[in-house]
């Protein structure tokens, strides 16, 4: 079974995936125009998550918390993230947080509308946690990119033992 990672790069997404029988790290790179880049549809998936607000949010804010499960290194530096796939980095600047709720990050190469977000949602009366995504992609790229973030998710569950 394999996992993967979303990583931003210019003009392509990269996606890592690895073996969990071998742990083997393999990548593949999807190339897109820059009129497919300005042409992005947005996209909002929700994830039930068995998870604490506080706890999930640690993974989803703080540098070590998003390079067990998004990135293989995360740096936090003059208020921009350093995402590293493969050796390469990818910034992006937090321009969202609320503290156990939600965290919006924009890639520093992509258009100013186009964003990706987490946010921590729970149910008032049963407490039940999720996490909706909000990401932008392609229209004819939406069903791969839903994979990678169903992927991703799955693998931040077993990340939090959840």
Known sequence: ??????????????????????????STAVTYTPQEMSEKKKITLEYEVNSSPKILFGFLSEPNGLSQWFADEVIYRDQ?????????????????????????FKWLDDDPQHYFEMEVLQDELTNDVALAITDFAPEDTIDERKLIWDNQIQYLIRVLGV
């Open 80 to 104: 921009i993230f350093i995402f590293i796939w493969d050796g390469e980095e990818h910034k992006a600047k937090l321009v969202t947080s609320k503290e156990n709720k939600l965290v919006r």
């Open 1 to 26: 079974m394999y996992e993967s990672t979303l990583s931003k790069l210019s003009c392509k997404y990269s996606l890592k995936y690895f073996s969990l029988e071998n742990k083997s790290k393999k």
